[in-house]
Structure formats: structure tokens, C-alpha cells
């Protein structure tokens, strides 16, 4: 414990909100601290105001549950975009990474998650109710499954596969290989034998 | 170049907010900016409430130019503490470091920053001349120059000491030696050397 609550300067209560941030531990948290100290306070009012703003005029998409500042989404409410197909991600940073690539046209689904029980995450606490909500009222012809290829991500697309068979709907996920700019020789086993079996014509 | 300033959503500008901070790439701030979004408001609210805090409730010591909440500090206006001793550090991390010892009843110097060409930071842009401004009220006995043991706290350290000659002063620093716990076989050849050199009777 670096801040003792009853002692609380504002710099150690500062350290305190910055040690919970995901990655922050207690010696980059003070870092952190001592450098908003230094900046100046137009600076370190910018920062705080947008951290507000963030929560202010940030919400969740109610179809795709996709951050966004306006509902539905600019994804869902672009006419553009193929509603047959949904490709399912775990985080709004994976919409992100796979809109940078411009490869895919369809709509997403975020579940905010994924199974995890050593974190007390079941299920119930993704929105995968909510994606059957949706798939009642679409015709959707393909699902694909983008969850993060480790182990919790492959038991969550498992899960939601299992769920999906009987809507008779088409099923798939990004293909598993060598990472392009890879070296074969560094590459691990598992990644190499699944590269090998989805080998494809040249 | 993450945030594009002409369509800067409020998630975009926490992003570059939180990229401006030091050692936070742009992944860790976009990972962050997320975390903020799904965190609860209260929270974020919190965590942007105690920077404000900050930049609004602290400021420097007008002797040695630590942070502090009351002019002068602590430290300063504690008459218990030894006024004829002036531990001469680089930031106020180095003061907390050193108080949490509990070995040092003296008073510090803050510097804020060490001499360095390359990032474009001169003896002016340090808390010096506050120094000698000092030792001219103060009786001071010892200097300890606690700067950074690396190649530009050296410099920095070599160069006040030179302007600390005409004082008649006792000029001092920490000693170089094996970090304790640490292993012989693998100290480097600088800091073994000088473990040798400054050795001490058992």
C-alpha cells in the first residue's frame, strides 16, 4: 500500500488513483504523479478534463455495444455496412484494430469480455444475451468469431459456437498462421501446425 | 501521430492527453483511455478530480524547492531537523527515497532536473543559484550531493562542487558501492571498482 487514507495529501491521494489503472504499479504511479506536478497546470487541467469528458459523452452503442458518442453507433447506423454478418470481439479496441484494416464491411458485436473463471466472469456478465437479441431480429448469415486466440478466447468462442448451432448460420473465425514479417523458425508449435493445416494454394 | 486534432472525439483526446504522459506509448494510452471508459464515473471522476487537486494545492518550497501543500515545507520548518546540512537531490522522488531511510535528520535541495546539453538544460534551468542564495543566510556545514549516480548527475554533482569550492564547506555524496542483496558475480565493473576502492574495515 503506497497511500495511507488518512494522511492524504492531494499528491498521495493522486498516486492512489493512478496505482489503479490497469499496468500502473506503485513506483510509475508516483512517476506519474510527480510529472503532473512538474507540467504545467493548463496541461494537467487538459488531462483531467478529458478524462471527464470521456465519461460525460461517451456511452455504449445498444445494438453493438461498441463505445460511441452517438446511439446507434456510427457502425450500425452506416447504411454501408453488410448486417448479415456480425464479427464478434471481445474489446472496442479490437473494432479498432480490425476498422484500421479496412478488410471488413459487416457490423460488430462487443461482449466486453471473456469467460474467464479465475475472474469470477461467467457468461452472464458478457453480452451474449444481447447478440442473441440481435440475431432474432436480423437475418444474419455469417458469424465470426474474433476472440483473442488464447485460451480464454478460444473457450469463449466455443461457448458462443455451441450456443449459435441451432440458428443455422455460418460460423467462423479469423484464420490461425504465421504472423506476416514472422520468422518460421521462431514461431511456436501450435501456431506452426495450425499454419501448416490451413495451409492454402499459392 | 495517434489523435488527429480535426476529428477529435473525447475519446481521441484522452488518448493524446494520456500519450503526452512520460512512458506512455501510444498503446498503453489508447489501453488506458479504454479502461477510463469502462471504469465507473465516479471513479474517473475521482482520479481527474485529485490531478486538479494537484496542480491547485501544491506548489514549491520557497527554501529548498521540494512540493509541498504549506510554504515552507515540512521538512524546512521543522526546527528538529539539522539546518547545517543541505542534501543537494534532482527531483522530489529523491526526497521522499531518502526520507523513507529515515537516516537523514538534515534539510534537501531540490534541483529539479540535472545539467544536460542534449536535452537543452543549463545550470539556469536548475534550482542553483537558490542554493548559494541559502548557504549565504544559512550557516551550512555539509553539502551532500545526492544526484543520480549516472553520467549526468555526475556532471552535474562535478560542477556544483566546483562552485561550492570558495565556501569552505564539507562537500559529500552518498557512497558507491555493491547494492545490498545484489551479487558480486554480476555488479559491473564500474561500481566493483569502486566497492574495492572505498572499502571498509569489517
Redo the contacts between chains.
Sequence with gaps: MISNHKNN???E??VS??H?????GPK?A?????????IS?D????????????????DFCSECFD?T?SNPCRICSDNGRDKTRICIVE???DV?ALEKTRSYSGTYHVL?GVISPMNDIGPDNLRIDALFQRMKLLEVEEIIIATNPNVEGEATALYIQRLLEPFQVKITRPARGLPVGGDLEYADEVTLSMAMEGRQPF
Design positions: 495529501s492531494p499528491i491521494r493522486l488513483e493512478l489503479k489503472l490497469p499496468g500502473i510509475t508516483q512517476r506519474l504523479a510527480y510529472y503532473l506536478v512538474r497546470k496541461d494537467a487541467i487538459k488531462l483531467a478534463e478529458s478524462i471527464k469528458a470521456v465519461k460525460e459523452r461517451i463505445i458518442e474489446e472496442p479496441l479498432r466486453h
